[in-house]
């Protein structure tokens, strides 16, 4: 089966409106640029979106908060955008902020084929609600739905035309999880190779959870917070 | 003299044993990195994936690709090493962190935190610090004793959304350093030159004041 594709647009042809989309990346680190600008450009509608952040105003997921793309957003941090702010506190975002680990979790969950996990986070908190919660040990833990997302968009540094992704440093973060949890995986990747040219040792994702894979062009790899130290 | 935020960080600094390994919240607590005692080695976790964080890098080496939990730019040490979000926190909450340093808006008697919402104000949203709170062994909260407002930040009861409930040992404000115990807050040091009684009356639940208490030394 081939799953390389030519290019970010032909990779998401077929995300209708309403999608539920697994974005990987954290803050601006790690993020599918290539996919996030053709879903901008296709201008998908009414996009259910789980992925730690938000973007920032003018990049990221910011893009498609700003064209009206997203029905719903569930995220663990959405400080810095302005956009979002606006449209949760004015009702036109569904929001579901929950804790960081939870989200991972989740996904993970779904990637391992587990329907569920149960976490210490957020028990006595409002993110409790209406969830079960059982004792183990002697301590209360939530059961966590594992996700169920329709597609999973991931950013890798290499990968071959196997769909086997190795990430670069930070920039792993949520791909892994995500890139295993999609019904339908896409990934972009930096460098595309062929197989038998990344070391079977280090790859990150199996090739059997990516569906689809094409070379990324363009990276812009924004910088959110800039912090250096002086020389000397 | 109320502490800056370096000061708190610094005495903060003195907690830390050899071998730690220590998550570092947004803020003060960063800070704390700038003042790991000499002869003690601790290796700082970053929850967005990273163990073995080192400093800001020089000007013109900064990597897109490696940032900390608070978005900076960052550079690793030898010996440290990448991971996903999902071990990161399996690490996290398996209790394998020795230390997290976070900051707050309010800190209960009985050690409930608020740090992630101000209804109808502000939503940035919890990150990783629900996880940290719930699973950490050992928290230490490094924040101002008041807010803008000079209202006490230590509270009978929190008034914000929880982050966590029952989790918070040890707080280090501008103005003391206080313990958490099973009868309230529990003044431990001051500040060089606040008296006992300042630090009572910016207090809002008990303080229990036992004795002569020592001033922080730096």
């Known amino acids: 089966m081939n799953k390389v594709f030519k290019n970010a647009d032909e990779a998401v042809k077929d995300i209708a409106d309403g999608a539920t989309i697994m974005m990987g990346g954290f803050g ?66 569904d929001v579901e902020l929950i804790p960081q680990g939870t989200l991972a979790t989740r996904c993970m969950a779904a990637g391992y084929g587990m329907p569920a996990v149960f976490t210490l986070a957020g028990v006595g908190t409002e993110v409790a609600a209406g ?22 968009i991931v950013k890798a540094w290499k990968g071959d035309k196997a769909g086997n992704l190795i990430y670069k440093e930070t920039a792993r973060n949520f791909n892994p999880m995500m890139a295993m949890a999609g019904k339908i995986t896409i990934a972009e990747v930096e460098e595309l190779v062929e197989p038998g040219e990344l070391d079977p040792n280090i790859i990150h994702t199996p090739g059997i959870y990516v569906h689809r894979i094409f070379k990324g062009t363009g990276y812009e790899k924004r910088i959110e917070n800039r912090t250096v130290r002086k020389r000397g | 003299m109320a502490l800056t935020k370096e000061q708190i960080a610094q005495r903060i600094a003195k907690e830390l044993q050899d071998g730690y390994y220590v998550n570092l919240g947004i803020g003060i607590p960063t800070l704390v990195a700038n003042y790991i005692p000499n002869g003690i080695n601790v290796t700082l976790q970053s929850e967005n994936g990273l163990l073995g964080m080192g400093p ?23 010996g440290s090493v990448f991971f996903d979000s999902a071990m990161s926190f399996g690490m996290i909450r398996a209790g394998k962190v020795d230390l997290t340093v976070l900051g707050a808006m309010e800190v209960s008697e009985t050690g409930d935190i608020a740090n992630w919402k101000i209804p109808g104000k502000m939503v940035k949203g919890m990150g990783g610090a629900m996880d940290l709170v719930a699973a950490a062994k050992n928290i230490i909260v490094a924040m101002m004793h008041t807010n803008p407002k000079g209202e006490s930040k230590l509270l009978p009861q929190c008034t914000l959304p929880l982050t966590g409930v ?40 008990t303080l229990i004041v036992d004795g002569d208490i020592p001033e922080m030394i730096f």
Request: contains cysteine; negative net charge.
């Open chain 1, 28 to 93: 601006l680190c790690g993020i599918p640029e290539n996919c996030i600008a053709a879903l901008v450009k296709k201008d998908v509608k009414n996009i259910t979106c789980i992925s730690n952040n938000a973007g920032v105003d003018d990049f990221g997921i910011g893009l498609m908060l700003k064209n009206r793309q997203l029905k719903k957003m569930i995220a663990s941090y959405v400080g810095e955008n302005g956009e979002f702010e606006r449209q949760l506190l004015s009702g036109e975002l």
């Open chain 1, 131 to 152: 969830k079960e919660v059982r004792n183990f040990n002697g301590r209360d833990y939530l059961l966590e739905m594992a996700f169920d997302s329709d597609f999973a």
């Open chain 2, 56 to 78: 800001f890098p020089y000007e013109g080496e900064e990597d897109p690709d490696l940032i900390n939990a608070g978005k900076q730019t960052v550079t690793t040490i030898p």
């Open chain 2, 166 to 205: 029952k989790c918070i040992r040890k707080i280090v404000t501008d103005l003391a350093v206080i313990d958490i115990t099973e009868d309230g807050f529990k003044l431990i040091e001051r500040a060089p030159g606040v008296s006992a009684d300042e630090i009572r009356s910016k207090t809002v639940g």
